[in-house]
């Protein structure tokens, strides 16, 4: 090892990459942008699903219950209408998710204690969407019903409401939801995200990076030299390993700045395991590299070899643990769960080392063997 | 170099890429402090060959031995490589775009782990040797060819190793920063003590080494010092004038292996060594027709390479032009540019050019790298308004019919614009697609251009599986399928074996003689020039001189006099003594000085004395005729004294 030859690689590196505009531009916007564009794209709360609704009973009871679909933050309302036929144009144009219809005699037939049929469409185009519709109108209607029991509870026996409210619906559930106080997707995507545009990013850097100079031939200025593997490998991805290292700052603060995610763990674990990380993904980018001959098949092969496991397997949208069996080992496999559950971890549970020792073991590990391939692939008396 | 050994001991190098045998059994020797030459066509195996030399690819079978070492594995490789510079192929390929011409000397200097004082001082030597120390914080991208092939030689040298391989280091570069270059080798190799192996598909080159290996399809076809394989064919070239030249070339072809039009030339190879009886053969074969201008001389390495190719190769199927209706002689003009000018900006690329090419005339524009030959093809092609001038090509004006233009000429570039996929017949189709031809007119075509370019046999072969010289004539065929008036060449031979370029320009003359054709050419091979009928030689935009090229020979020999070829044991220390006497054109040949002399004769006591002076002795003297580089590269050098004068006149 001489430090020297190193430095000379390393600079060189460096130079030519801050000179060289679009790559630069590559290695610095494009982290962000992956969290901008995902971070707002990728929001998976349901709210504000458009609503018409049709009141054929014109009563203060059916207003009254009306009154609490279009009023919630869940709901955006978009008109009355007078039939259904109507409903459906509006239904099939998109313009309403969702339909309320209230029949004749609502108000009549309640007061009377007789059941009434409220009819609800909910356009079942995107299931995920129309299970959680479907679960806003249920619950807005029992709330109703519940107080509506109650009242004639209330009314019929001359109890209080809160008395009422007791006898009607003995068990009540109080939910506390945990670590993302305010079950906003957006706490849990975002620093996932990041470990997103980590995963992508520094593999298809080095991995051009590398290329470039396959492509052009300047790579045999390395081959004929006496800078050895070890040299060579390490002054050449000490810039990209930096760059990314730098990008994962820039995530974190556009994280907790931006999108206002808290961070409850330790930073000083964070930015230890981000480093391990982004040695481990441009580990990968040097793999590639390493097996191909042009910046177009390295460009393809890495955005497949890290988009695909990533989205599907890392933890960004479905957690590990709910994936099938056969998934999980895949999971397992790709580096990304193991930082998903650290950033996670860091960000909206404030675990420390004792937690996350595993993790960070699997990554170090990756780290190592991805240098350890590489390092056995590269040659510098080449077959062709 | 009596004591010399042997640094580098190749014997039975075989070298395969899958099935493909790149190189088969290669024996070679290389002596220190000699420049060792690798001659031959693209694809011949020189790259294989060096890259193992240097340690940076695997062979199949043979040995490899440098300084003693047997190179066969990546360690043993590693062991020599501190006494390598190697410069791989691609002019300025292998330097870095984005980085300074003193960051690239840097970056291999400390990869080399130079100290950094000797850096320094070295790196100061070599940027006033070249000529580059104006340009330290250029960035490498913003150079010339010319430029960037000198930084390679810097950048490769900077360790001073002792032996440095540098694959085709002269390609794409005009004759100007050649000659340059190898002089500039030449000074480094022997202050240092260095030793070389290099690497050209230029034949007129071959003269420049010590000694040489001439490669073709991965085997050596030739080898040993210029000399020695100059008697390997013993012969003479024939140069003369004979109407028809048509006729006279068929007649010749019965007897003669090689036939070759220059211009209004032809040049014969004869293997008689009698200049009498070689004389008296071909006016013989040449019947009725009178050979006028009758010339002997020594034949040049290339012509003796294409012989030993004829030798052991079956003879390329000629070309079999069929006999369309032969135009009427017309002599009316096919492209006339008038005043040409094209500015960039406050830069002025193209100043008042003007020149006329008739119909059949075959027009060659030179100029070094950026002296504007590119510009005025495109202005006359129509794809760049010109700021001033006018021009025609093939009867329409340039400004105002831009595409009835390109429906006139043919346009055949450097790249040989072909769809490799595509098998020949499909590329002939496609293009005849392209131009617009109905289905019987491209049927008549396409046979015309398999039967033309000599690709019956090739029709539904791969593109990318044909051999270069069979692609390029491809690339003429589907330039000429729409019968254009006007050709246009780019550079278009460029690495294709002798054998093929002579076969490319048979059907070059043909087209031009019989089918009236109109060829402008612009090229970096002055062996290629020197078909042309006529030539005009560019500089900083503008045309500096123009003619036949005898008549442009001519005017050089009578401006400084005639060519003189010194064989001297020591060649290199002459060189500034004999241009410090005020001899003109002094350049180093191997193991030869070239230099320009009015008065050969009377200037011979003077030559041996100065040669003396330095240590040198003169074994032979002998005139030889000038060949179009020397007149290139006279022209160029003295236009670029002037403007250091006015330079140099207006800051004093």
């Given at each position: 090892m001489n430090f020297r030859r190193i430095k000379a690689v390393a600079f060189k590196e460096w130079r030519e990459t801050v000179r060289d505009r679009i790559f630069l531009l590559l290695a610095f916007l494009l982290p962000v942008l992956w969290m901008l564009v995902f971070g707002y794209g990728l929001v998976l709360d349901v709210e504000h699903i458009p609503l018409v609704v049709v009141d054929r009973d014109h009563s203060a009871l059916s207003r009254d219950y009306l009154y609490r679909f279009t009023e919630s933050r869940y709901f955006d309302f978009k008109g009355s209408l007078t039939s259904e036929t109507e409903a459906d144009a509006w239904l099939l144009s998109g313009k309403a998710r969702a339909v309320i219809v209230v029949p004749e005699k609502f108000g009549e037939r309640l007061l009377a204690g007789q059941p009434a049929h409220v009819q609800t469409l909910i356009d079942g185009t995107f299931p995920l969407r129309t299970d959680i519709t479907k679960g806003y109108v249920l619950a807005i209607n029992s709330a109703l019903s519940g107080e509506l029991l109650a009242d004639y509870v209330a009314r019929t026996r001359g109890l209080s409401r809160e008395q009422a409210k007791t006898l009607v619906q003995p068990i009540r559930l109080e939910v506390r939801y945990l670590y993302n106080e305010e079950v906003r997707s957006a706490w849990s995507i975002v620093p996932a995200l990041i470990m997103f545009s980590l995963m992508l990013a520094p593999p298809l850097l080095t991995a051009l990076g590398i290329v470039r100079e396959k492509e052009t031939g300047s790579i045999y200025n390395i081959y004929s030299s006496t800078v050895s593997k070890i040299e060579f490998l390490t002054g050449k991805l000490t810039p990209y390993v930096a760059i990314s290292f730098v990008n994962a700052l820039l995530l974190w603060l556009l994280a907790t700045l931006w999108f206002q995610v808290p961070f409850k763990g330790s930073f000083g674990l964070f930015l230890l395991s981000s480093l391990i990380f982004v040695l481990t993904s441009t580990g990968i980018g040097l793999l590639v590299s390493l097996m191909v001959s042009t910046q177009v098949a390295a460009l393809i092969i890495t955005m497949v070899l890290c988009t695909l496991p990533t989205i599907l397997f890392s933890g960004l949208i479905v957690p590990v643990s709910s994936l099938s069996p056969g998934a999980q080992v895949q999971a397992h496999l790709f580096p990304g769960m193991y930082y998903t559950n650290i950033v996670r971890g860091t960000f909206l549970k404030g675990v420390g080392m004792n937690v996350l020792w595993a993790d960070m073991l699997a990554l170090a590990l990756y780290a190592a063997l991805l240098r350890l391939v590489a390092y056995r692939l590269f040659t510098k008396r080449p077959r062709s | 170099m009596e004591l010399a050994e042997p640094i580098v001991r190749v014997l039975g190098f075989v070298k395969r890429y899958k099935k493909h045998v790149a190189v088969q059994g290669v024996d070679l020797e290389i002596k220190r402090g000699e420049i060792y030459g690798l001659i031959g066509p693209d694809g011949a195996g020189k790259s294989s060959l060096m890259k193992a030399i240097a340690g940076v690819l695997t062979y199949d079978e043979g040995a490899v031995e440098v300084f003693g070492t047997l190179i066969d594995s990546e360690?043993?490789?590693?062991?020599?490589?501190?006494?390598?510079?190697?410069?791989?192929?691609?002019?300025?390929?292998?330097?870095?775009?984005?980085?300074?011409?003193?960051?690239?000397?840097?970056?291999?200097?400390?990869?080399?782990?130079?100290?950094?004082?000797?850096?320094?001082?070295?790196?100061?030597?070599?940027?006033?040797?070249?000529?580059?120390?104006?340009?330290?914080?250029?960035?490498?991208?913003?150079?010339?060819?010319?430029?960037?092939?000198?930084?390679?030689?810097?950048?490769?040298?900077?360790?001073?190793?002792?032996?440095?391989?540098?694959?085709?280091?002269?390609?794409?570069?005009?004759?100007?920063?050649?000659?340059?270059?190898?002089?500039?080798?030449?000074?480094?190799?022997?202050?240092?003590?260095?030793?070389?192996?290099?690497?050209?598909?230029?034949?007129?080159?071959?003269?420049?080494?010590?000694?040489?290996?001439?490669?073709?399809?991965?085997?050596?076809?030739?080898?040993?010092?210029?000399?020695?394989?100059?008697?390997?064919?013993?012969?003479?070239?024939?140069?003369?004038?004979?109407?028809?030249?048509?006729?006279?070339?068929?007649?010749?072809?019965?007897?003669?292996?090689?036939?070759?039009?220059?211009?209004?030339?032809?040049?014969?190879?004869?293997?008689?060594?009698?200049?009498?009886?070689?004389?008296?053969?071909?006016?013989?074969?040449?019947?009725?027709?009178?050979?006028?201008?009758?010339?002997?001389?020594?034949?040049?390495?290339?012509?003796?390479?294409?012989?030993?190719?004829?030798?052991?190769?079956?003879?390329?199927?000629?070309?079999?032009?069929?006999?369309?209706?032969?135009?009427?002689?017309?002599?009316?003009?096919?492209?006339?540019?008038?005043?040409?000018?094209?500015?960039?900006?406050?830069?002025?690329?193209?100043?008042?050019?003007?020149?006329?090419?008739?119909?059949?005339?075959?027009?060659?524009?030179?100029?070094?790298?950026?002296?504007?030959?590119?510009?005025?093809?495109?202005?006359?092609?129509?794809?760049?308004?010109?700021?001033?001038?006018?021009?025609?090509?093939?009867?329409?004006?340039?400004?105002?019919?831009?595409?009835?233009?390109?429906?006139?000429?043919?346009?055949?570039?450097?790249?040989?614009?072909?769809?490799?996929?595509?098998?020949?017949?499909?590329?002939?189709?496609?293009?005849?697609?392209?131009?617009?031809?109905?289905?019987?007119?491209?049927?008549?075509?396409?046979?015309?251009?398999?039967?033309?370019?000599?690709?019956?046999?090739?029709?539904?072969?791969?593109?990318?599986?044909?051999?270069?010289?069979?692609?390029?004539?491809?690339?003429?065929?589907?330039?000429?399928?729409?019968?254009?008036?006007?050709?246009?060449?780019?550079?278009?031979?460029?690495?294709?074996?002798?054998?093929?370029?002579?076969?490319?320009?048979?059907?070059?003359?043909?087209?031009?003689?019989?089918?009236?054709?109109?060829?402008?050419?612009?090229?970096?091979?002055?062996?290629?020039?020197?078909?042309?009928?006529?030539?005009?030689?560019?500089?900083?935009?503008?045309?500096?001189?123009?003619?036949?090229?005898?008549?442009?020979?001519?005017?050089?020999?009578?401006?400084?006099?005639?060519?003189?070829?010194?064989?001297?044991?020591?060649?290199?220390?002459?060189?500034?003594?004999?241009?410090?006497?005020?001899?003109?054109?002094?350049?180093?040949?191997?193991?030869?000085?070239?230099?320009?002399?009015?008065?050969?004769?009377?200037?011979?006591?003077?030559?041996?004395?100065?040669?003396?002076?330095?240590?040198?002795?003169?074994?032979?003297?002998?005139?030889?005729?000038?060949?179009?580089?020397?007149?290139?590269?006279?022209?160029?050098?003295?236009?670029?004294?002037?403007?250091?004068?006015?330079?140099?006149?207006?800051?004093?």
């Open positions: - | 360690r043993a490789a590693e062991q020599v490589k501190q006494q390598l510079g190697f410069l791989p192929q691609g002019l300025g390929l292998n330097l870095y775009p984005d980085l300074s011409v003193e960051e690239n000397i840097d970056f291999f200097a400390r990869l080399r782990l130079v100290p950094e004082p000797a850096l320094i001082e070295r790196k100061a030597r070599f940027l006033a040797m070249t000529r580059l120390d104006k340009f330290r914080n250029r960035a490498m991208k913003k150079l010339s060819g010319g430029m960037k092939q000198k930084l390679g030689l810097i950048c490769t040298l900077i360790h001073e190793p002792e032996l440095a391989i540098l694959d085709e280091p002269t390609t794409g570069v005009d004759p100007v920063s050649r000659r340059d270059f190898w002089t500039i080798l030449a000074e480094l190799l022997r202050e240092r003590g260095m030793t070389a192996l290099v690497s050209t598909a230029y034949m007129d080159e071959a003269a420049r080494f010590h000694r040489l290996s001439f490669l073709s399809s991965g085997k050596v076809v030739a080898s040993g010092t210029p000399a020695e394989v100059q008697a390997l064919v013993p012969g003479l070239m024939v140069t003369f004038e004979a109407t028809p030249q048509m006729e006279a070339i068929a007649r010749l072809k019965t007897q003669y292996k090689q036939v070759e039009a220059l211009g209004s030339l032809l040049h014969v190879f004869t293997e008689e060594t009698i200049h009498a009886s070689a004389m008296q053969s071909i006016t013989s074969s040449l019947g009725d027709i009178r050979p006028v201008h009758l010339r002997v001389d020594e034949p040049e390495l290339e012509d003796v390479f294409v012989a030993l190719l004829l030798r052991q190769a079956d003879q390329p199927p000629s070309a079999e032009m069929p006999r369309v209706t032969a135009l009427a002689a017309n002599h009316g003009l096919a492209i006339e540019a008038k005043g040409l000018i094209r500015d960039f900006g406050a830069f002025r690329a193209v100043d008042r050019v003007s020149f006329q090419v008739k119909s059949g005339e075959i027009f060659g524009l030179l100029g070094a790298n950026g002296a504007g030959k590119t510009t005025v093809i495109k202005m006359l092609n129509g794809l760049m308004p010109p700021t001033g001038g006018e021009g025609w090509v093939a009867g329409a004006d340039m400004k105002t019919a831009g595409g009835a233009i390109k429906e006139r000429i043919g346009y055949m570039s450097q790249a040989f614009s072909l769809y490799l996929d595509l098998t020949v017949e499909e590329n002939i189709r496609l293009f005849a697609g392209i131009y617009g031809l109905n289905r019987p007119a491209t049927t008549t075509r396409l046979e015309w251009i398999l039967s033309m370019a000599g690709l019956k046999g090739y029709e539904s072969s791969l593109t990318s599986r044909l051999p270069m010289g069979v692609r390029q004539r491809l690339a003429l065929g589907c330039a000429l399928v729409h019968q254009p008036r006007v050709l246009f060449l780019d550079e278009p031979t460029s690495g294709v074996d002798p054998i093929g370029r002579r076969h490319f320009w048979d059907i070059l003359s043909v087209l031009a003689r019989e089918e009236g054709v109109a060829i402008m050419v612009t090229t970096h091979y002055m062996s290629e020039a020197e078909h042309c009928d006529k030539l005009a030689l560019m500089f900083a935009g503008r045309i500096v001189s123009e003619g036949s090229p005898s008549e442009m020979k001519r005017q050089v020999e009578t401006e400084a006099g005639r060519l003189v070829e010194l064989t001297v044991d020591r060649p290199a220390p002459a060189i500034n003594e004999l241009e410090l006497a005020g001899f003109a054109g002094v350049a180093l040949f191997g193991t030869k000085l070239h230099l320009l002399s009015h008065d050969p004769e009377g200037d011979e006591p003077r030559i041996r004395e100065i040669c003396a002076a330095s240590q040198g002795v003169v074994q032979s003297i002998k005139t030889r005729p000038l060949s179009l580089e020397d007149v290139f590269v006279y022209r160029v050098m003295e236009l670029e004294k002037q403007e250091r004068k006015q330079t140099t006149g207006v800051a004093a």
